[in-house]
């Protein structure tokens, strides 16, 4: 029988979203003085807004001329608003191997009525054959699916002389893998999560291949406020300047604001890229060293090192009923959180039973290699129960 563990995480947050605040975050580091109680159009917030718009593209090295706005709903609001502004002149080949891409394709076909739509699945832990897809569509896909833990190898699959444009929900790829703007098209995005910000806002991301759509495409379909990106047939420009659509939370922007300021210390992108993957092998180098647990897929290629799933291979676990095995994964979450190991790290509750760890740049190695040991113990503390 194992020992307790001694040694807690000091913040044992791993959620894959929300996800946990930057290291060192404490509410006194919000410049918020000058923010809350003001206008959102005021100058002193547009300029905070604006600010916010230009450390996103600076950080993450977006194109000069590809356009940023900060949205409503969070990162569902921003693809939605993309795909009910842009998408149908075109077919439309759309990916799913997880819950969120498979909520985009039931928006395509069965609310956005895309008549000319190919649909490419995949199972959980799996990937659809990105060779089928063409240079003559529309693509909407997710870089990294949050829920099953696979992600798209690279970009090499969308043609450099696409007709049409990429939709990507990019949300926990955003600094935690390389993405190829020459690739993207649209790319959305929300703070909680590799930047360990608030819930409730979106940024989206826009080419000018994108902004051509947007001036040259009018849907035959009613647009809700909230999605409108044009006025009277022009682009509205004011929402790439911070001036947003509806009133945001300036609480919100001011701990965006601070997430990527800490960012830009770090270096950018690229450090939060390699601190996620220095978190990634963290745990891969435990779990292959273990009989009872991996990661739930297999191709190392399209293996996600933000949102890590993992599947329980105890022969006794395998000979339970779904019902069962989620019964199991459960006691396991409930005996670590009652100890402060670990909070949140339950499967989606669309995936197959297991865990799923976020591993992006505001997870500190340390609080992981405190983690590891309690994931043995309070495995073999609900093996001994159920068997």
Request: with cysteine.
């Amino acid at each position: 029988m194992l020992e307790k563990p001694n040694r807690t995480p000091k913040r044992p947050n791993f959620s894959c979203g929300p996800c946990v605040k930057r290291p060192g975050w404490t509410i006194k580091n919000l410049k918020t003085f000058d923010l809350l109680g003001r206008s959102h159009r005021s100058d002193t917030c547009l300029k905070t807004l604006n600010e916010v718009i230009s450390l996103t593209k600076e950080t993450l090295d977006i194109p000069i001329d590809y356009k940023v706005a900060i949205v409503p709903g969070s990162n569902t609001g921003a693809f939605e608003m993309a795909l009910w502004s842009m998408i149908g002149p075109l077919p439309v080949d759309a990916l799913a191997w997880e819950t969120f891409g498979n909520g985009w394709i039931y928006d395509l076909k069965d609310q956005l009525k895309i008549k000319d739509l190919r649909i490419h699945k995949a199972d959980y832990s799996s990937i659809p054959n990105l060779s089928l897809v063409s240079d003559k569509t529309d693509i909407c896909f997710t870089w990294n699916g949050t829920t099953s833990g696979v992600k798209v190898p690279n970009a090499d699959w969308i043609s450099n002389n696409r007709k049409g444009i990429t939709f990507c929900d990019a949300t926990s790829a955003i600094y935690s893998q390389e993405l190829d703007w020459n690739k993207i098209d649209v790319a959305t995005f929300s703070w909680q999560k590799s930047m360990g910000g608030e819930g409730g806002h979106g940024i989206l991301i826009i080419s000018p291949k994108a902004i051509e759509r947007l001036k040259n495409f009018k849907p035959n379909r009613p647009l809700p406020k909230l999605f409108r990106l044009l006025k009277d047939n022009e682009i509205l420009d004011g929402i790439y300047e911070g001036k947003t659509i509806n009133t945001p939370s300036m609480l919100c922007v001011a701990d965006a604001l601070d997430s990527l300021l800490w960012i830009k210390k770090l270096g950018g992108w690229k450090q939060t890229y390699k601190k996620s993957m220095a978190n990634f092998k963290v745990l891969s180098d435990w779990y292959e060293n273990r009989e009872w647990v991996s990661n739930s897929v297999k191709d190392k290629k399209i293996q996600s090192n933000s949102s890590i799933c993992l599947e329980i291979n105890d022969n006794s676990f395998l000979k339970l009923d779904i019902q069962n095995k989620r019964s199991f994964i459960q006691e396991m979450c409930s005996i670590l959180e009652q100890n402060n190991a670990a909070f949140d790290i339950k499967g989606h509750r669309d995936a197959p039973p297991g865990l799923r760890i976020w591993c992006g740049p505001t997870v500190e190695e340390d609080d992981l290699r405190a983690l590891l040991p309690w994931l043995d113990w309070s495995f073999e503390i609900v093996r001994n129960e159920f068997f």
